[in-house]
Structures are given as C-alpha cells and as structure tokens.
C-alpha cells in the first residue's frame, strides 16, 4: 500500500494491474481545517475496501474526493490510472472544466447515506434517467435494463411506485440499481445504511454482499462491522485525516494494533 | 379497565373490577353560532343587493348593454394577451435571472443583482412612462459598429408599437420578481440531489432541467400563480404607454361617451374576475401535475402501502450463508 507504482508503470504493466482506484499523498481542507492528511492507498481490482472510523475523521470527505464531489487541496486521485477531475502536468495537475469531470463520474457510481432519490420520478425512472439523458441510451433499452437492475436489488414489483412510497431500506436498494445503471466500474457506498432503520439495515446489506460476491470494485464508508468482517478484502481505519491502520478486516477487528483502533472499536463491537 | 377491548360487550366482568359498560357514543361538538352569524351574513348582503337594484347610480341597464359590448370583449382580449405573453417572457427571464444569481461567476451574478436592484427598485408605472417615451430618446435602433454608420437603422417608433412597449414595459419589471419567486425554489430542492445527479454524470445544465427545476417548481408555482393574476390587473396601467386598447382603458372611453363612469367599471370588474377565475383554474391543475411523488395531497388517493405488506427481499443469487453475522453486526451499534 505504500509502495506507490509512478504512472508510466501502469503504461507498462496494462489495463489489468492498474489498481482501480489509486491515492498519492492526498490532502484536503477547508479553509484552515484540514479535514485529510497525505492520504495514500490503493485499491485493486474487484477488492472490496471499508472504510471505517470515528464521524470527522475525513471518511466521507475521501470518498467524495475519488469522484471529484470534493476538489482535493494536493496529492493525485486517480480511478483505473486517470486522475479524476484534474490533468496531469507533471509536477502540477490542473482542473478541469466541469463538463469533462462529469464524462469521468459517469464510471463511478455513488450510493448516499440519504438515498438522494429524485423524488418526482418513479422508481424505474430514477434507474432510467442517468442512461437516457447522459450516455442517449434509447428509452426501451434503459427501460428494459432497469427493470432487470430493480429485479436484481429485490424490487421488480415496486418500478412504479414513487420514493416518497418506498421504505427507506427500498429506497437505497433503488439508489444502488440507480448507480449500477451506468455500469460503474468502481462504487462509493458513503454510509449507506446509517439513515435506515435497524431492521431494514439487512436488506440493503444482502444486496452490497450480492454485488461484492460479482466481482464489483467497492469502498464502503460504513459502520457495520459486521459486514466488514465478513464482505470486506481490507479494512482501513482512519481518525484525525489519516489513516491509522490498514489490514485483512477479521484481523484489525480481532486484534487491532494501534491504540487508537482499539479504543474505537472497542465502542462500537 | 384498561383491556378489555378484545372481549364482547356485556361478556364477563374483569376479575374483580365494574362490569363491562357498553361502548361510548361519540357526541361532536356543535357550534350553533357559526350557523347565527352566516344568516346574519346573508341577511345583509341580501340587503345590499336589493339595495343595489334599485340604485339608479348603478345603471343596470347600461351594464348589460355593455358588458359582451364588441368593443369590450376584444379590450379583454388584449388584457389576456398582454398578461400571458409578458408573463412567459417574465418567466423565462427570471428563471435564467435567478439561475445567474447561484452562479459561482462572480461576472454573471453582479449582473443578475445590478437588474434586479434597478427593476424591483423603480414603481411599474414609472417604468412604462419611460418606455413610452423609448421613440423620443431613441429614434432609431441600428446595427452595426458603435461609431461608424449602422448597417441597420429602423426607426423606433416602425419596430415597436404601444402593445410591444408595453409588453416589454411589463415583462422587464415582472422578471425581476419572477427571479425572486424562482430562486427561492431554486434554494428550497435539497442539496443531495445535485450531488446525485453530479455524481450519476449528469453535466450542470441537465442537473438543472431534468432534477431541480422539476422540484423546485413546486415550490414555484403559487406564488407565480399570484404573480400572474397581480400581472392581470397591472395591465390597467399601460394606459402609461399609452396603449389604451386593453380591459380599463377602453372601459373608460365608453364611460366617456356615456357619462357614466359606474356602470362600465362593473363591467371591467366582472371581466377582470372572470378571467381571473379561469386563471386560477390552470393553477389547480399546474400544481396537481408538479406535486407528482411528494407528500400526501388530502384531495388525492396516494396509492401507499405498508411497509409491512412488502415481501423481504429475495435474490436469487446463492443463499447467504450465515446472515445471523451481519444481523449482528447491525445489532452492536
């Protein structure tokens, strides 16, 4: 993780080893805040990576700097060997003009803590509206693909219903095959059941595990451990804007080796 | 005597307590004033009215000869044309006006401000005396390079005519209110959901059409519903222009002719409501048709089911293994 490849490495070494989603030395504040510290990790291929760690300690501000919702204040991002939102210029790297950053996002799904549904649409038209409107799939095509992503994530019967006449736990599910409709090759879960209630919490969890098991590339800023544990290839602690800890999730959860880890985890196990 | 709802009427007392009292009526509460002082009401208008048709001052004859007078209906009309098409340019202008205003260019926005300091600032009247007066400042409108001869040169007064003076006269100053009505929409449509649309790929200008204008119609919609019946009677000002061919003015020339300015004001009056009335109408059913997936409308089945009555989910990908783990991990926070 900490050994970095240079980008001309990822040139030599094809598409298949390029880590998925790459971080060099990131930082980030607001004003004199500064919320992430030279924050630098890797995510492979199909891994899936949680992030976990006390509210404030810069989970959620890393996840949304991946798809450039954030911008960051230095270091590189980048997802499949692109930087997200900027162009590189050897040692500076330059922003983009919004309209070539959203071409990049249209890679990366992201799942909200509060769903973020559009509420005016219905279910099958949230899934169908990304499709139709940024990549011109024809309507019947997203139509049909829609209805196959909400019967996926447990919900055909529910396509026309609006969200405002959705479980919260059935809303995330539409969220998800919202995200899935653009064929992201990597997906943010930014807490994704924390606004939900205990006994919905479940089904939102099957349906992550299920996306796991296909071989999806996730990073989940999550607070269930349980599913850490047992979805999870690595687990990352951070508190502070820096990562702590690093490692195999049943390993850090059982025997965590910083002070730091275990004095979190001891509140929330 | 806390549970015994489940048992059946005079069954078996509860040990020990009083007997089972048979379930209670409920009595509403009248209000017989309310009844008192809605004849009250009706006995004085009553009076009015009666009062009214015999008033010679009213001129009863002469407001039935005049109220479907040609004259009349095409004043109304134009009222109507003046209101709707200065009103749709109003919108469109306010919508990019309030859309300049959230501008992160600080260019775009001093000049949305600048507008909407000087529109909002100046009274309507004042407005359309000073457009009225656009031919005598302005002669001619020419295209070309300032300072060499215009390619172009029309005189003002061929370009424009007092209905399109007015209609600019109005539709200038109602945008800037209509920059109001639609920023606060803009405002009220939750934060998440242009960051969902950003983060689906959606470029600013779809966020925008497709995600918040949607929602913040809603929110747009009464008060611009109020905006164009107020644009409906400030049309009785373009008499400033002077366009005079509209609702009021052309009410006032005929009183004119008769000497009786009372009757023709009952007629524009009734004119005014009626159209007014038609308008309100639309509004019902514009704001039926933006309220789509929010909330409950009490004049509306909602079609919600229980949560409860949703099977759980069931995928039909491998069988999980042990969700008992994940149940506890969701458990231990």
């Given at each position: 993780?900490?050994?970095?490849?240079?980008?001309?490495?990822?040139?030599?070494?094809?598409?298949?080893?390029?880590?998925?989603?790459?971080?060099?030395?990131?930082?980030?504040?607001?004003?004199?805040?500064?919320?992430?510290?030279?924050?630098?990790?890797?995510?492979?291929?199909?891994?899936?990576?949680?992030?976990?760690?006390?509210?404030?300690?810069?989970?959620?501000?890393?996840?949304?700097?991946?798809?450039?919702?954030?911008?960051?204040?230095?270091?590189?991002?980048?997802?499949?060997?692109?930087?997200?939102?900027?162009?590189?210029?050897?040692?500076?790297?330059?922003?983009?003009?919004?309209?070539?950053?959203?071409?990049?996002?249209?890679?990366?799904?992201?799942?909200?803590?509060?769903?973020?549904?559009?509420?005016?649409?219905?279910?099958?038209?949230?899934?169908?509206?990304?499709?139709?409107?940024?990549?011109?799939?024809?309507?019947?095509?997203?139509?049909?693909?829609?209805?196959?992503?909400?019967?996926?994530?447990?919900?055909?019967?529910?396509?026309?219903?609006?969200?405002?006449?959705?479980?919260?736990?059935?809303?995330?599910?539409?969220?998800?095959?919202?995200?899935?409709?653009?064929?992201?090759?990597?997906?943010?879960?930014?807490?994704?059941?924390?606004?939900?209630?205990?006994?919905?919490?479940?089904?939102?969890?099957?349906?992550?595990?299920?996306?796991?098991?296909?071989?999806?590339t996730m990073i989940v800023v999550t607070h269930e451990m349980g599913f850490a544990r047992e979805v999870a290839d690595t687990l990352v602690f951070?508190?502070?804007?820096?990562?702590?800890?690093?490692?195999?999730?049943?390993?850090?959860?059982?025997?965590?080796?910083?002070?730091?880890?275990?004095?979190?985890?001891?509140?929330?196990? | 005597?806390?549970?015994?709802?489940?048992?059946?009427?005079?069954?078996?007392?509860?040990?020990?307590?009083?007997?089972?009292?048979?379930?209670?009526?409920?009595?509403?509460?009248?209000?017989?004033?309310?009844?008192?002082?809605?004849?009250?009401?009706?006995?004085?208008?009553?009076?009015?009215?009666?009062?009214?048709?015999?008033?010679?001052?009213?001129?009863?004859?002469?407001?039935?000869?005049?109220?479907?007078?040609?004259?009349?209906?095409?004043?109304?009309?134009?009222?109507?044309?003046?209101?709707?098409?200065?009103?749709?340019?109003?919108?469109?202008?306010?919508?990019?006006?309030a859309v300049m205003r959230q501008s992160e260019n600080p260019v775009v926005k001093s000049v949305a401000w600048v507008y909407l300091w000087i529109?909002?600032?100046?009274?309507?009247?004042?407005?359309?005396?000073?457009?009225?007066?656009?031919?005598?400042?302005?002669?001619?409108?020419?295209?070309?390079?300032?300072?060499?001869?215009?390619?172009?040169?029309?005189?003002?007064?061929?370009?424009?005519?007092?209905?399109?003076?007015?209609?600019?006269?109005?539709?200038?100053?109602?945008?800037?209110?209509?920059?109001?009505?639609?920023?606060?929409?803009?405002?009220?449509?939750?934060?998440?959901?242009?960051?969902?649309?950003?983060?689906?790929?959606?470029?600013?200008?779809?966020?925008?059409?497709?995600?918040?204008?949607?929602?913040?119609?809603?929110?747009?919609?009464?008060?611009?519903?109020?905006?164009?019946?107020?644009?409906?009677?400030?049309?009785?000002?373009?008499?400033?222009?002077?366009?005079?061919?509209?609702?009021?003015?052309?009410?006032?020339?005929?009183?004119?002719?008769?000497?009786?300015?009372?009757?023709?004001?009952?007629?524009?009056?009734?004119?005014?409501?009626?159209?007014?009335?038609?308008?309100?109408?639309?509004?019902?059913?514009?704001?039926?048709?933006?309220?789509?997936?929010?909330?409950?409308?009490?004049?509306?089945?909602?079609?919600?089911?229980?949560?409860?009555?949703?099977?759980?989910?069931?995928?039909?990908?491998?069988?999980?293994?042990?969700?008992?783990?994940?149940?506890?991990?969701?458990?231990?926070?």
């Amino acid at each position: 993780m900490t050994d970095h490849e240079t980008s001309a490495d990822h040139a030599a070494n094809g598409a298949d080893t390029t880590p998925m989603v790459l971080a060099e030395a990131v930082s980030k504040s607001f004003g004199s805040n500064e919320v992430l510290k030279d924050i630098s990790l890797e995510v492979r291929r199909g891994e899936v990576l949680c992030l976990v760690g006390p509210s404030g300690s810069g989970k959620s501000t890393f996840l949304r700097c991946i798809n450039h919702l954030e911008r960051v204040s230095s270091g590189r991002l980048s997802v499949d060997g692109q930087l997200v939102g900027y162009r590189d210029g050897g040692d500076k790297i330059y922003e983009m003009h919004p309209k070539d950053a959203a071409k990049q996002r249209r890679d990366i799904g992201m799942v909200f803590q509060r769903f973020n549904l559009f509420p005016h649409m219905t279910a099958l038209e949230n899934v169908m509206e990304a499709p139709v409107q940024v990549k011109g799939v024809p309507r019947a095509q997203a139509k049909a693909r829609a209805h196959e992503l909400l019967a996926r994530v447990g919900l055909a019967d529910r396509s026309d219903y609006y969200p405002a006449h959705l479980s919260g736990g059935q809303q995330q599910r539409v969220a998800i095959a919202r995200a899935l409709a653009m064929d992201p090759k990597l997906m943010l879960f930014d807490e994704p059941t924390s606004a939900l209630d205990p006994e919905l919490v479940g089904e939102v969890l099957d349906v992550m595990k299920n996306l796991a098991a296909s071989g999806m590339t996730m990073i989940v800023v999550t607070h269930e451990m349980g599913f850490a544990r047992e979805v999870a290839d690595t687990l990352v602690f951070m508190d502070g804007g820096v990562v702590v800890e690093t490692g195999d999730p049943r390993e850090v959860l059982a025997n965590p080796q910083r002070e730091r880890t275990k004095a979190f985890l001891s509140k929330v196990l | 005597m806390t549970d015994n709802s489940s048992q059946a009427v005079g069954t078996t007392p509860p040990p020990g307590g009083s007997p089972v009292r048979p379930p209670a009526k409920v009595v509403k509460l009248r209000h017989p004033w309310r009844t008192v002082f809605a004849i009250v009401l009706l006995l004085i208008v009553a009076l009015f009215v009666i009062d009214a048709a015999q008033r010679t001052a009213y001129d009863w004859p002469a407001v039935g000869k005049y109220l479907f007078d040609r004259r009349i209906s095409e004043a109304a009309v134009f009222t109507l044309l003046l209101t709707v098409i200065s009103m749709v340019i109003a919108i469109i202008l306010g919508v990019v006006l309030a859309v300049m205003r959230q501008s992160e260019n600080p260019v775009v926005k001093s000049v949305a401000w600048v507008y909407l300091w000087i529109f909002r600032g100046t009274p309507v009247y004042v407005q359309l005396v000073f457009w009225g007066l656009i031919a005598i400042i302005y002669q001619s409108i020419d295209l070309g390079i300032p300072f060499t001869d215009p390619w172009v040169s029309i005189p003002t007064t061929t370009a424009l005519n007092a209905f399109w003076i007015a209609v600019i006269g109005l539709s200038l100053n109602e945008a800037a209110y209509m920059a109001e009505i639609v920023r606060a929409g803009l405002l009220s449509v939750d934060p998440g959901q242009n960051e969902a649309a950003t983060a689906l790929g959606m470029s600013w200008g779809k966020t925008m059409r497709r995600v918040v204008l949607p929602q913040a119609m809603r929110v747009i919609i009464p008060p611009t519903g109020n905006e164009v019946i107020s644009m409906l009677k400030t049309t009785s000002l373009v008499s400033a222009v002077p366009f005079t061919l509209e609702l009021y003015s052309r009410s006032r020339d005929i009183s004119v002719e008769i000497f009786n300015p009372i009757p023709l004001l009952i007629v524009a009056s009734l004119w005014y409501l009626a159209v007014t009335s038609v308008l309100m109408v639309g509004q019902y059913f514009l704001e039926k048709r933006y309220a789509r997936g929010v909330g409950v409308r009490p004049d509306r089945p909602t079609g919600t089911v229980p949560t409860a009555a949703v099977p759980a989910v069931d995928l039909d990908l491998e069988a999980e293994a042990d969700p008992g783990s994940m149940r506890h991990g969701g458990d231990a926070r």
